[in-house]
């Protein structure tokens, strides 16, 4: 590899990262397609991003950038009521040509001494749990499984999606069995509940900021483990100062007697697949919460997490989004059991492994409590 110069980020270089991503990630098929403003909105705007977060390997004959590791973010997330420093890491990528060389487990190298230097007590990955990443970079570089991730999927618009899929046509049947069908029949079930009479729902595009925030603030470090706060830095980031609609953000809130107990946020990306020439639009929920204590009773909890799913999904409508995900923690089982019994179609994600620099953390110790999934960490969008 004495053409290969491993280096970090300098200006100019977002243009070929962006390039390396697509052609990287489409390998698998299809990735979400990332124009120059959104790959400079997710890093180098990012709150205290620093040139050596982003690893570098590029081949110094051809000029061109070959592989990539990004750190971002580095923040305080709440284990367990103690905060701990977390180095996420993103978008491990290398060019087809270059692949089997080391370079991707050099780069990874690089990321963990600028963690260290950080004074990280660990850093978070997503992989494919049975991928080649993960058993030949990841787990020889010191990283753990610490729980699998679950994707649940719903289909709003399914006139949007026909349009832009056009063989869901021929399925369209199967779809309407998994989309209108359970929503009418949880409409009527929430309808004919004295339960939630007094229940109310807002739903905000691109507005109400701090309510949300606030809120989502307040109730999440109580009831999952690795989240983060949102200060004025990172809510600028993720939500106000965006690149464009695609990623402006609509809030959905649900009150009991005037008074928030749960929400959502959603946005929209574009995801490619080459091979059919199929692109199509994919909501994102963000930052889902509703607070566990107020209720007595499962299945209280659930017709609360249902009720906030139907608004989550009335929005989505109305941002004519065809296929909406939510990506969590796969033992978050009042979750998992309000979607599935939406007839939301389950399937089985990413892992999410930990490399622990803190000796006083592991594997266990994280999941004493179901834990939060950031989206910029499941999905690469904020």
């Not at 697509?22 to 990735?31: E, I, P, V």
């Not at 124009?35 to 110094?60: G, H, V």
Request: with cysteine; charged share 25%.
């Amino acid at each position: 590899m004495n053409n290969i110069e491993f280096r970090h980020y300098r200006e100019g270089d977002n243009t070929q990262l962006r390039e390396l991503y697509l052609r990287a990630f489409l390998r698998d098929g299809k990735s979400y397609f990332r124009t120059r403003a959104i790959e400079k909105w997710r890093y180098l705007e990012s709150p205290n991003f620093d040139p050596e977060m982003i690893q570098i390997a590029e081949d110094i004959n051809k000029k061109m950038i070959v592989g990539s590791v990004f750190v971002n973010l580095v923040e305080e997330i709440n284990i367990n009521g103690k905060n701990y420093l977390v180095g996420d890491i993103n978008d491990v990528a290398c060019h087809p040509d270059y692949s089997q060389r080391g370079i991707a487990t050099r780069l990874m190298e690089m990321a963990i001494d600028y963690m260290k230097k950080r004074n990280c007590d660990l850093s978070l990955l997503t992989a494919a749990a049975e991928g080649i990443a993960r058993d030949k970079i990841y787990v020889l570089l010191g990283f753990k499984d610490i729980t699998l991730l679950n994707i649940y999927l719903s289909f709003p618009h399914l006139f949007r999606l026909v349009r832009e899929i056009p063989i869901v046509l021929l399925l369209f049947p199967l779809f309407l069995i998994y989309s209108v069908i359970p929503r009418l029949f949880l409409k009527l079930k929430l309808k004919c509940s004295l339960y939630i009479r007094n229940f109310s729902y807002e739903i905000h595009f691109n507005e109400d900021h701090e309510t949300f925030i606030t809120a989502l603030n307040s109730i999440i470090p109580n009831l999952y483990n690795g989240f983060s706060l949102y200060d004025n830095e990172k809510l600028n980031w993720a939500r106000k100062n965006v690149p464009s609609h695609r990623e402006k953000p609509t809030y959905i809130l649900i009150r009991r007697n005037s008074n928030i107990i749960g929400g959502a946020c959603i946005t929209y990306e574009h995801m490619f697949i080459p091979k059919f020439k199929i692109c199509f639009r994919i909501g994102i929920v963000h930052d889902l919460f509703f607070n566990k204590t107020l209720f007595t009773g499962a299945q209280r909890l659930k017709l609360t997490l249902q009720y906030l799913s139907d608004k989550i999904v009335k929005a989505a409508l109305q941002r004519r989004i065809g296929v909406l995900l939510y990506c969590g923690d796969s033992k978050d089982f009042i979750i998992h059991e309000s979607f599935r019994g939406l007839w939301f179609p389950i399937i089985r994600g990413s892992v999410l492994m930990g490399k622990f620099f803190n000796p006083q953390l592991n594997p266990r110790k994280v999941l004493k409590k179901p834990l939060f999934i950031p989206t910029y960490l499941s999905t690469g969008f904020p």
